[in-house]
């Protein structure tokens, strides 16, 4: 059964703190994406790796950088946390680049940050 | 520039009755459309998809209707149950774009009475 498990799922940070999500999938997918969905907005997405070591920008990328160094891991990293980085953090992997391949979603991460 | 939008925050059915969920988009290079399903505290889970060479895709209570010259999909759900009650977005993808990104809509509470 496909699982995405993403380190916490609820986080408080304070304003400058610097921050780590975790996402781990077990699958041996090659893409993996951070969304953040936030009310009235939908599903946004920030990063994505299609392998490991390598990343390209989503939509909203600033105030965030990533990392992957394993193919089953891919961290999102916040330098300096502030407070409208708020939100629902969605980590979601899928097996290939074609269109038709399922994207498989964790849990979330509830980030708030005082 | 919301690309995808679904324009019913929420919507509100009784058991049994049809539930209609809509979506539009803006960008003409779209070919592959989806819906998503998400419940608190979850992740979003794949519900159904449709390809722009059709118009009609099917899987059991769940249809999906495109209309290309509009720029509309819709979401039927027959009969609708209390468990169907959720968050529903669309996404879309258009070819060549990176690694199969998906464009989501802001999404739709569907609540099911019983």
């Known amino acids: 059964d496909v699982k995405v498990t993403q380190s916490s799922r609820y986080l408080v940070k304070r304003t400058g703190e610097k921050v780590f999500l975790e996402c781990v999938q077990d699958?041996?997918?090659?893409?993996m994406f951070w969304y953040r969905q936030d009310p009235g907005l939908g599903l946004r997405l920030i990063y994505f790796?299609?392998?490991?070591?390598?990343?390209e920008k989503g939509d909203i990328p600033e105030g965030y950088s990533v990392s992957r160094e394993k193919k089953e891991r891919f961290s999102l990293i916040l330098e300096s946390a502030s407070t409208n980085q708020t939100s629902m953090y969605l980590c979601?992997?899928?097996?290939?680049?074609?269109?038709?391949?399922?994207?498989?979603f964790g849990p979330g991460t509830r980030l708030t940050v005082l | 520039d919301q690309q995808v939008k679904q324009n019913s925050p929420s919507l509100s059915v009784q058991e049994g009755r049809i539930s209609i969920l809509n979506c539009d988009y803006t960008n003409s290079m779209f070919d592959y459309f989806l819906w998503y399903k998400k419940y608190p505290a979850e992740g979003p889970t794949f519900l159904i998809s449709i390809s722009s060479i059709k118009d009609k895709n099917e899987d059991g209570r769940f249809t999906v209707f495109l209309n290309k010259s509009a720029k509309h999909l819709s979401l039927h759900i027959v009969p609708s149950q209390p468990g169907d009650s959720a968050v529903y977005f669309c996404a879309a993808s258009a070819p060549g774009t990176s690694y199969g990104k998906l464009t989501f809509g802001q999404g739709t509470i569907l609540t099911v009475h019983p």
């Open positions: 699958m041996d997918h090659e893409n």
């Open positions: 979601a992997s899928k097996l290939r680049v074609l269109e038709t391949d399922t994207q498989y």
């Open positions: 790796s299609y392998d490991v070591k390598m990343k």
